[in-house]
DNA sequence: GTTGACCTTCCAGCGAATGGAACCCTTATC
DNA sequence: GATAAGGGTTCCATTCGCTGGAAGGTCAAC
């Protein structure tokens, strides 16, 4: 199959299955006139490399990820262990960009958003003493 | 003012600060040996950045932050429209992570992370065709 | 005069692609 | 046989927001 094919099939787009041929995650045979000659078994880890990285794994989770499933004599804790501790990464990012919402939108809300140049968005950024940094303290 | 000094001040690195002055965000003076010399008003254009830059602001948005706090003319709609915009991206971030989450911690859980090498995780991803598809489906 | 803590510039690298230029291969049509 | 469309190839640059490091200049204290 030519990279167009396995483009179609798997959902990357053929720019991304070259970088990830380049950073051997996949190594396709080459037909004769240079193309790049993908197995089912390539396209398979390339659906596999999708789905990982749709989940939010780094590329190098998604490395010992493949070379875990090719490994029969794995223990799944390895994997469980990769899992979770992507796991924690999302439970921290979640956190951070909800404190980040918290605080902004209640810089939203409480910003007129008219014609008039008072702004307590800037004001909290600006840490002007006013009302706003009260109603940052009270966060 | 010296560069460390107002890194001390406005908790940002100096090489941030650095940085900062290379894309144009701030412009310290130069003292006779060529060092950077910060206004007090630098120092806090720095913090004012710092607290956007902390809001999860782009640093395109905080040119456009910093452009309209030293525009006393302005409407706080445009500061407004730039901070819901912000707040969408981070609805969108927050709700694509939660979603991630979901799915993962779901195969965590269905993950037993022993020794034996069955492993609903590496099966899920590898879109393997038993129960944990039927769990994705499910989602 | 020498140490050590500052400061300077410039270049490279991170992650994970993505865009584009310049060029080759294949197939169909005129 | 020429040509055009639609594949494919390589290589280099760019994104975002810094951060690290090398190589060197400056300054105050001892």
Chains 1, 2 share one sequence.
Do not use: W
Not at 33 to 47: C, E, I, M, P, T
Not at 70 to 80: F, G, I
Not at 89 to 116: F, N, P, Y
Request: hydrophobic share 40%.
């Amino acid at each position: 199959m030519n990279i167009g094919d396995v483009a179609d099939m798997s959902g990357l787009p053929a720019k991304t299955i070259r970088y990830y041929e380049d950073i051997g995650l996949v190594e396709p045979l080459r037909s004769a006139n240079g193309y790049r000659s993908f197995r089912q078994s390539d396209v398979h880890k390339l659906a596999f490399l999708g789905r990982a990285r749709a989940l939010g794994f780094t590329i190098e989770d998604c490395r010992s990820l493949l070379k875990l499933y090719a490994d029969t004599d794995r223990a799944s804790a390895e994997v469980k262990q990769i899992a979770e501790e992507h796991l924690d990464r999302i439970d921290r990012k979640i956190a951070e960009l909800t404190e980040m919402r918290a605080t902004l939108s209640h810089l939203v809300d409480a910003c007129a958003g008219d014609h008039r140049p008072d702004c307590p968005i800037l004001a909290d950024l600006a840490m002007e003493e006013d009302k706003t940094r009260t109603a940052r303290a009270a966060d």
